[in-house]
Structures are given as C-alpha cells and as structure tokens.
C-alpha cells in the first residue's frame, strides 16, 4: 500500500471511530478513538480463530509495519507536535514559574526514572517476571516522562490556574526531551553496545543534547522571527513557522542535540512578545488556526495507532500480573518524584497542586514508540507489555478523571 494509501485508511478508520464515539460513549475525541480502536483490536484478536480464511490480524499487522510508529513519531509527527503544544504556552506565566518547571523536568524526571527501576527491579521476580536491572532503568526511561501530547490536550478542558498550567504544560513539554536523552543514554549500557561509556560520558552527553538544544532552538526561533519580520504575508509566515518547526527538530538531530527541546523552544519563541511583534494579527491568527487543526488530527490519528498497537503487543495472560505491578509502581515513582523534586521549592506547601500533578502524569505515544523501537529479543517482548499497560492506564483512567479532580480541587 502506497502512503497515500495508508494514511486515507488511518484518517477513514479515525473517522469512523470518532462518530461512533460521538454516537455512544462521548469521550474526548482522542480518548474515544484511542478506546474504540483497543476494543476493535481485541476483537480481531478473538476473532481470528474463526475466521482463518481472512488473516485480518495479519493484514493489520502489515499496516503497522508499514506505518512504523517509532520512525513515524520519533522522526517526524512529534516535532510538529511538540511545536502546536509549545506555541500554546504563555511565555511570560511560563518564565515566572521557570524554577519549578526545570526542577520538575529534570530532577523529577531522573528522580522517576530511578525510583520506578529499583522498585520493578525488586518486585517483577515476585510475579515470575524477573528483569536485569539495566533494562528496569529503560523501563524506567520510558515511562517516567509524561506526554506532552496527552497534558496539553488535557490543561484546556481542566480550567487550572494559569501559573500551574505553566508549571504542567512546561513540566510535560520538557521532560519528555530529557527522558528521550536518558533512554538514549541507557539503551547503549543495558545492550552492550556502549559497555565502554564512562559516567562522565553519559554526563557530558545529556547535558549537550539538553543545554545544546535549548540553545538551537531559541537561535533557530528568533532567526526566523527577524527573517519574516519586515515580510506582512500570512502565507510566509505560515511557511516560515512549518520551516521552523521541522528544520530545527531535523538539525538538532544532525548535530546530536535533543530535538524535543530545540523544538519546543522554538515554538516558544513565537509567543513572546517580539514573535507577536514580528507578525500581523491576521498572520497570527491564521497560525494559530493552522497549528490547532494540525495537533488535533495528528493526535487522532496517534491515539488512533496507540489503540491498533496492541495487535502488536499482544500480551498474554502471564503478562496481566505484571502489567499491574508496573501500573502501581509508575504512580508511586510519579508521586514521590514530585513530592521530592518540590521539596526545596515554594510549591511543596500547595498540596492541591502537586496531587494534580502526580494524578495528571499521563504517559501518551512516546512511551509506546520508545517500548516498540526496542532491540527485538526476550527483554523487549517482557517489558513491552508493561510499557503498554501503563500507556493506556493513564490515558484512560487517569485522563478521563483528571478534569473531576481538578475540578474537585480548583473549584
């Protein structure tokens, strides 16, 4: 199937999920594609059995082979994503709470990502699952970051405060660079192909892919800004903010730098006071119009894969026990990581604000492409399971609560 093909099946199959969530369950669009397309997975995997003259469940295995989630996000959606996600952060709110958002992003995030490894490490054996601590710390890597995708979608419905939207939409659209940095760092250790890596290394390492993207895509930003400046056309600058939103995630990766991070601080960059200078209200509007459809249909159409995924995963009863472990301890890491990242911080005395963030860690299409882009073998057909429970726990359950509690909370 050509790629044309392929994405007019994903946009039909999305379609026609999001009417009959429209018609039943009335879910948030993605949540309700997301869900619909888990119950349609499962359904041909029970199915199968007696229907063999149709291999629908091979068929549909081909397309994900041929859509290839990993690739597709990693290397291509997640940059336009992250790019919709950080023009839709205020700068100024953004700047004032910039202390808990880069503890929170950094420190919370490693702080996660050791907690969740040495608990799962320490508990799998239990459930007859036993994991080498190595691979408990990408497992850790892979779900300690919360999905900006999934938080920023979320923030709009919740009505929160605005400095502790800033801190959560920051907090998210951060730390999922970093932890892409720390699974990068790691994956080599756990695998044997980067035995000989030191400490200082991996130091070195992650704080030239943090700091050195950070770093490109505020030069790549405001280099764009001063190009389109004297330049009133809507059509250029709608061109100049597409140029700006792939060519930075796209150099930051050429120059082995977190793309992530380049990218979101370039779309920053549009919604300070001298990106909204630099264009007329018609070009801004237009942009946010543009940006806005795009991060709807894109995540449709990843929450849409997130569901159909599990044709890949398929796990099996003996990975139920497991799966569960992991979903508790992925909140226990989440809760402490924040309760002890705030702790030298002012937002420790708000309690309401850090329940909100421990419940409201949703883990999103990030997690799941980290889990399948693992190198094939016994370790990647345990821990993807686990990666995928957890995935679609919190999308679910937490997702679905999360707008109650803060409600409950932030009346």
């Keep these: ?6 994405l007019g099946f994903l946009f039909t199959l999305s379609t026609l999920f999001a009417l009959i969530n429209y018609w039943t369950f009335r879910l948030p669009i993605t949540i309700g594609v ?10 041909l995997l029970a199915a199968g059995p007696f229907i063999p003259i149709y291999d629908v469940h091979g068929m549909m295995l081909s397309l994900l082979g041929t859509v290839d989630l990993p690739t597709s996000l990693l290397d291509g959606a997640l940059s336009m994503l992250l790019f919709a996600g950080a023009m839709q952060v205020n700068p100024k709110v953004l700047l004032s709470r910039r202390v808990p958002v880069a503890v929170l992003a950094l420190a919370g995030t490693i702080l996660a990502v050791l907690i969740l490894a040495m608990t799962a490490w320490l508990l799998l054996p239990l459930v007859g699952m036993p994991v080498p601590l190595s691979w408990c710390v990408i497992l850790g890597a892979i779900l300690a970051p919360t999905d900006p995708v999934s938080v920023v979608g979320m923030l709009r419905r919740a009505g929160l405060p605005a400095p502790l939207q800033a801190v959560f939409a920051g907090e998210s659209l951060f730390n999922d660079g970093i932890g892409i940095v720390v699974f990068g760092a790691t994956i080599g250790l756990a695998t044997g192909d980067a035995s000989h890596v030191t400490t200082q290394e991996v ?13 490109l895509g505020a030069l790549t930003g405001v280099g764009m800004l001063f190009l389109v400046r004297k330049a009133h056309d809507h059509d250029i600058d709608l061109l100049a903010s597409l140029a700006l939103a792939t060519g930075t995630y796209s150099l930051a990766h050429a120059l082995h730098m977190s793309g992530p991070i380049a990218v979101v601080v370039a779309g920053m960059s549009l919604a300070t006071e001298f990106g909204q200078s630099s264009m007329q ?23 849409l894969l997130i569901g159909l995924e599990i044709l890949a995963v398929s796990p099996g009863y003996g990975a139920l026990a497991g799966m569960l472990v992991v979903i508790v301890l992925s909140l226990v890491a989440r809760g402490l990581s924040v309760g002890l990242a705030v702790l030298p911080l002012d937002l420790r005395r708000d309690r309401r604000a850090i329940a909100v963030l421990i419940w409201g860690g949703l883990r999103g299409g990030i997690s799941v492409a980290l889990a399948l882009g693992l190198p094939a073998g016994a370790l990647r057909d345990t821990l993807l399971p686990l990666c995928y429970g957890v995935v679609v726990f919190t999308i679910v359950v937490q997702g679905l609560t999360m707008e109650r509690v803060a409600k409950r909370l932030y009346p």
């Design 203 to 215: 130091i070195e390492r992650f704080l030239l892919e943090a700091c050195g993207g950070a770093a």
């Design 34 to 43: 997301m869900v619909i397309a888990l119950l349609f997975s499962l359904g």
């Design 1 to 6: 199937m050509s790629t044309l093909g392929v």
């Design 281 to 303: 209200d018609e070009s801004r509007a237009a942009l946010r119009a543009f940006w806005s459809t795009t991060d709807e249909a894109l995540n449709v159409l990843l929450f």
